[in-house]
Nanobody, 124 residues
Framework: QVQLVESGGGLVQAGASLRLSCAAS????????MAWFRQAPGKEREFVAG????????NYADSVKGRFTISRESAKNIVYLQMNSLKPEDTAIYYC?????????????????WGQGTQVTVSS
């Protein structure tokens, strides 16, 4: 079993920055991808960013390219999401997820474990 715990969410004004963290514990895969998804009220959960085992393979949703950066400390099983130039439409619950697939897939059904989520609210 894998446990994922997110932190770093909060309430900020448009244009501000936040950094989310996700720590994985328990049994992890030999190689794995970690990713961030988000879900706004009344909307489907959507892929935000993912990072492969080596850290060199990343994938971003078009809506966050150039503003968000995903990174990881594999030795510590921690993944980060640096969010800059935040917009009101970034408001959502952000979830961390992990999969044994080596590439950062944007398909949420391919992720095996999920965190409880952390709320990010961006005011205009």
């Amino acid at each position: 079993q894998v446990q994922l715990v997110e932190s770093g969410g909060g309430l900020v004004q448009a244009g501000a920055s936040l950094r989310l963290s996700c720590a994985a514990s328990g049994r992890t895969f030999c190689t794995y991808t970690m990713a961030w998804f988000r879900q706004a009220p009344g909307k489907e959960r959507e892929f935000v960013a993912g990072i492969g085992w080596s850290g060199g393979n990343t994938n971003y949703a078009d809506s966050v390219k150039g503003r968000f950066t995903i990174s990881r400390e594999s030795a510590k099983n921690i993944v980060y999401l640096q969010m800059n130039s935040l917009k009101p439409e970034d408001t959502a619950i952000y979830y961390c997820a992990i999969t044994g697939i080596s590439r950062p897939t944007p398909i949420n059904d391919q992720y095996d474990y999920w965190g409880q989520g952390t709320q990010v609210t961006v005011s205009s």
